[in-house]
């Protein structure tokens, strides 16, 4: 029997922020079968990225971004958890 990964968490530190201000996201990705997860995003206009072991989001222009991550198992199975986030001057 086949199971997605899990995305156990997928939350920014905050949803408002200002431009080019990095926001750290909390992301917890595992297989309850203990296989190897692939994470892949749709930055939505935004810009994510992974520094010192730590996910962030960072964006430049003043709109509100959707941003959606993929967690994919050997399987080709697939989880997906969104969150939004308002960038204002």
Same mark, same amino acid.
């Given at each position: 029997h086949l199971k997605k990964p899990k995305i156990a968490a997928?939350?920014?530190a905050s949803? %408002?922020?200002? @431009?080019? *201000?990095? %926001?750290?996201i909390d992301l917890e990705v595992?297989? @309850?079968k203990g296989e190897? %997860?692939?994470?892949?995003f749709d /930055?939505?206009? *935004?810009?994510v990225y992974e520094q010192a072991g730590a996910w962030y989001v960072m964006a /430049?222009? @003043?709109?509100?971004?959707?941003v959606t991550v993929f967690a994919v198992n050997e399987h080709f199975l697939i989880s997906e958890k969104?969150?939004?986030i308002r960038v204002e001057k």
């Open positions: 997928f939350e920014p949803t %408002v922020t200002q @431009p080019n *201000a990095p %926001v750290m595992s297989d @309850p190897t %997860v692939e994470i892949h /930055e939505g206009g *935004a810009q /430049e222009k @003043p709109l509100t971004y959707t969104s969150f939004t």
